[in-house]
């Protein structure tokens, strides 16, 4: 099985422009989720999407936003891009926790640069 | 807000040594997930543990889950140079579907 995909892997904008993230899941993965890791804050929660819809939202501003279409398929986007945007994104995707399964299994990252 | 207060935060050591990266937490969670990163990569799914007091052994490397729920340790036998990398560890919070929080991470270098 393929793994999760993310493109693209670099990009590099400037302050004030705004930038979208697409993430495929894993065949068969119904939610997906998105974090954000920097050095100093390590990985934190955005949001995850489950059968199209937000379930749940972690303490972002709302300059970063999100969508799933009906392939699972997912993407972030952020608008009025601010230096400590810069940050590697991460998207991860489960087959939606079972009980108390919850099972991520991650893609390899967009490595975000505002300058 | 629930917090994961991971140690240490760095770890050096010699190849053959043992070692324990600690996680824990004043919140209980509903399964707690081990990773490993590599630089410039997304992290991998070593373990999951979900009954409170549960070992798991993956190898050299063995995971516990408290008895409360609250903490866990992942503890590595004769460490080689190939387990370098960052170890995260992950709870997953009550009816918060698929939302995990990370503790700060575990750099870990073993040197030949």
């Known amino acids: 099985k393929a793994g999760v995909t993310q493109t693209p892997r670099y990009l590099i904008k400037t302050r004030g422009q705004q930038v979208t993230l697409s993430c495929s899941p894993i065949?068969?993965?119904?939610?997906v989720s998105w974090y954000q890791q920097t050095p100093g804050q390590g990985l934190q929660f955005l949001f995850e999407?489950?059968?199209?819809?937000?379930?749940n939202k972690g303490n972002f501003p709302g300059r970063f936003s999100g969508r799933q279409f009906s392939n699972s398929r997912s993407e972030m986007n952020v608008s009025t891009l601010e230096l400590g945007d810069s940050a590697l994104y991460l998207c991860?995707?489960?087959?939606?926790?079972?009980?108390?399964?919850?099972?991520?299994?991650f893609g390899p990252g967009t490595r975000l640069t505002v300058l | 807000t629930q917090l994961l207060e991971q140690s240490p935060q760095f770890l050096s050591i010699q190849e053959g040594e043992n070692l324990t990266v600690y996680c824990n937490s004043s919140?209980?969670?509903?399964?707690l997930q081990w990773y490993r990163q590599e630089p410039g990569e997304g992290p991998v799914l070593l373990v999951t543990v979900v009954t409170g007091g549960e070992v798991k052994k993956l190898k050299r490397l063995t995971f516990q889950f408290g008895d409360a729920r609250k903490d866990s340790s992942l503890h590595i036998t004769a460490a080689q140079p190939g387990d370098t990398g960052l170890y995260l560890c992950?709870?997953?919070?009550?009816?918060?579907?698929?939302?995990?929080?990370f503790g700060q991470g575990t750099e870990l270098s073993v040197k030949p």
């Open positions: 999407y489950f059968s199209e819809t937000q379930r």
């Open positions: 992950a709870g997953s919070p009550y009816n918060q579907g698929g939302k995990l929080i």
């Open positions: 991860a995707s489960s087959l939606a926790p079972v009980g108390q399964i919850n099972e991520q299994f």
């Open positions: 065949s068969g993965h119904r939610s």
């Open positions: 919140s209980v969670f509903s399964s």
